[in-house]
Every structure is written in C-alpha cells, then in structure tokens.
C-alpha cells in the first residue's frame, strides 16, 4: 500500500471516529502529496524519497511553529501543532539514535578524506544522501562537528 492509499485509508477512519485535529493533520499531508504529483516535472509518481522529504517537511514546520507559540504563550495553539507534528510523524521512517549514526558518519568522514571542520560540506552532503529519512540534519551536522573536533 502506498503512502496516498494509507493516508487516505487513515482520512476515512479519522471522518468516521470524528477525529477533527487528526484529519486535519492527514488532509495537510494529502493536500502536500498532491502538489508535489501535480507540480511542473512531477511526472505523476511520487518517489518514496520524497515523500519522506514532504513528511519530514511538513513535521519541522509543524515543530517549529509550536516553538514559536509556546514562546509567544500559546499552548493551546502550539499543542495543536505539536498534536498534528505527531501524527505526521507515524508515516516516517523510524529515526536512528545518535549512538547508530556515529559509525556511519565515522565511515563517511573517511571514506571523504575529511580531517577538520573545513571540511564538513563534503561530509555533510554525502551524510545527508545516505541517512535521508533515518536522521535529521540538524543530528547529523552535531555529531559530524563532535567527530571532526568542532
């Protein structure tokens, strides 16, 4: 079952138990998934690698909007926010801890030939290809600059 079946399947039984925040949530992915099928060179398929860079997008807005409001006192608002960042999140990959993502990064540091800070574009832009969906960048980036010796 793909992505769009499984949010769709999911949007029917939300209808059905009245779940009006977690609909909300779900209509925000399938609402996403469609323009990114119908925009200019989408070609009519949705690649698994970018429906995880929508999911992961549309969490980061959500959790950077509940930080703004939780700032600007708001929990009402901001738990709604954080409700909905949680219930996109269950579509993602399960996320690696930082012990797991060490040794991958260590390989890649020098399978790159990085030996200091200068030279963490590199190793970031071939972390961020490998570990696409399993980690976060802002994860990846600390523990890149931890292993490079800040």
Same mark, same amino acid.
Request: glycine letters at 6%.
């Given at each position: ?6 949010? @769709? ?7 059905? #138990? ?54 600007? @006192?708001?929990?009402?608002?901001? #738990? ?46 071939? #972390?961020?290809?490998?570990? #696409?969906?399993?980690?976060? @960048? ?11 010796? @800040?």
């Amino acid at each position: 079952m793909s992505l769009t079946e499984k949010i @769709n399947e999911d949007i029917k039984k939300a209808m059905l #138990a009245r779940e009006k925040d977690k609909l909300e949530a779900l209509r925000a992915v399938k609402s996403a998934l469609l323009l990114e099928l119908t925009s200019e060179g989408g070609g009519g398929e949705i690649s698994a690698e970018t429906e995880i860079k929508i999911l992961q997008k549309l969490v980061k807005q959500r959790r950077e909007t509940a930080t703004i409001y939780t700032e600007q @006192n708001r929990a009402d608002l901001a #738990a709604t926010e954080t409700f909905q960042a949680d219930i996109i999140s269950v579509y993602l990959p399960s996320q690696m801890t930082a012990e797991e993502l060490k040794p991958i990064i260590q390989t890649i540091i020098t399978e790159t030939g990085a030996n200091s800070i200068k030279d963490m574009g590199k190793v970031m832009a071939a #972390a961020s290809g490998k570990l #696409a969906g399993k980690a976060d @960048n802002k994860t990846i980036s600390r523990i890149i600059k931890e292993l490079l010796g @800040n």
